[in-house]
């Protein structure tokens, strides 16, 4: 039987296997990076906001010392956007997966929202106790 649902929901966080002990130590610790960037919503839309070859260059620097190539850092960006995304939009993404230009539709859409979220967030923080 199949799931009528598995399309929908967010896909499982982006990890480099379990094969050897470096492979686990790298997923781990990508792992928990990721959860500390969706902890904090101003700096994941930072990320997404930035754009996939800024993440590559700033995520490959945080995560050297792990040896952690483009296709993980693809992963991971992909999924960063997935999080920042309001639910419509995480549904969207996940149907056109396959689809590029589709994907780039959807993001033309996006981004104006996620910038008007970082701008309000911006002055949340600015004017909070």
Do not use: C
Not at 75 to 83: H, I, R
Not at 84 to 112: C, E, G, H
Request: proline share 6%; hydrophobic share 45%; net charge positive.
């Amino acid at each position: 039987m199949t799931d009528p649902f598995a399309d929908e929901r967010l896909p499982d966080l982006p990890n480099a296997g379990y094969a050897t002990t470096r492979e686990k130590r790298l997923s781990d610790e990508m792992m928990e990076f990721i959860r500390q960037i969706e902890r904090d919503r101003m700096r994941l839309l930072h990320v997404v906001l930035e754009g996939k070859e800024t993440w590559r260059r700033i995520g490959g620097n945080v995560l050297a010392a792990l040896k952690v190539d483009d296709d993980a850092l693809d992963a991971m960006y992909a999924y960063f956007v997935l999080m920042a995304a309001p639910p419509v939009f995480q549904s969207m993404l996940l149907k056109a997966q396959k689809n590029p230009q589709k994907t780039r539709d959807i993001y033309t859409q996006l981004w104006p929202l996620l910038e008007i979220q970082r701008q309000r967030l911006q002055l949340v923080r600015k004017w909070a106790p």
